[in-house]
């Protein structure tokens, strides 16, 4: 089996196929420790698109995660698939869209709807509608096989963030993807659609997961790998 990562560093390989979730996650994880080498699923020639079959953010998660590990499983001896999967959740339509958020517009059989599409639909719903309170939910899953004490150690894991905002009556900002112009961020007192990708990784529903993520991680590590990979991590 070969890695192709240096030979002290663990290959993490972001199981997803959505290019601007990339764009958020590899330089959160990037900056967080020098002990990975960060994949997306371009980098290693996988196009193989799984499908969300599972009725919960976690549930499509681990299904990710687990579905890009079993692909990897006899090219790299040891490493980890991280997978999430996000949902908006909005009061005044009972959690709708929810784990079907990125499903949410109606089209055609055999399309997806577009990042427009989905916008547009959510708008519609809410027209006249007050309390426009709401939340984005995310939960990175984390499938892997490390080395320890001359063994493999095989772990899953998930970790949730959240961040509450409310929906806007119209878009504001072209910056982001998904429902980021339309989620306006208590926190923050605009839209992610009008911040920029290090602004909304310091306060975004994906990045708070992450961090949980990789604190989680690295404890693992520290229980169960050889000494030389326990360096205390950047930023934790």
């Given at each position: 089996m070969s890695s192709g990562a240096s030979p002290k560093t663990i290959p993490v390989v972001l199981a997803t196929g959505n290019p601007d979730k990339v764009k958020e996650l590899r330089p959160i994880l990037e900056q967080i420790s020098p002990l990975f080498t960060i994949y997306a699923l371009s980098d290693?020639?996988?196009?193989?698109?799984?499908?969300?079959?599972?009725?919960?953010?976690?549930?499509?998660?681990?299904?990710?995660?687990?579905?890009?590990?079993?692909?990897l499983e006899q090219r790299f001896a040891f490493f980890i698939t991280m997978a999430d999967d996000t949902g908006l959740e909005v009061d005044a339509l009972g959690g709708e869209p929810g784990v079907l958020s990125a499903r949410f517009a109606p089209v055609p059989e055999g399309t997806k709807p577009s990042y427009e599409d989905n916008i547009r639909h959510l708008l519609l719903r809410m027209q006249g509608i007050k309390k426009r309170t709401a939340r984005f939910r995310t939960v990175i899953a984390m499938k892997g096989r490390i080395p320890s004490g001359g063994n493999a150690f095989g772990f899953r894991h998930t970790a949730e963030g959240v961040v509450e905002g409310s929906i806007t009556e119209e878009k504001k900002g072209d910056l982001g993807f998904?429902?980021?112009?339309?989620?306006?961020?208590?926190?923050?007192?605009?839209?992610?659609?009008?911040?920029?990708?290090?602004e909304k990784n310091r306060i975004s529903h994906r990045s708070l997961a992450l961090l949980k993520a990789?604190?989680?991680?690295?404890?693992?590590?520290r229980s169960h790998c050889s000494p030389e990979n326990q360096d205390t991590p950047p930023g934790l």
């Open positions: 290693l020639g996988i196009t193989r698109e799984i499908e969300e079959t599972e009725t919960t953010l976690s549930g499509n998660a681990l299904l990710k995660a687990d579905t890009i590990f079993a692909l998904g429902y980021d112009p339309v989620f306006h961020v208590n926190s923050a007192e605009k839209t992610y659609g009008e911040m920029t990708i290090a990789s604190a989680a991680l690295f404890e693992i590590m």
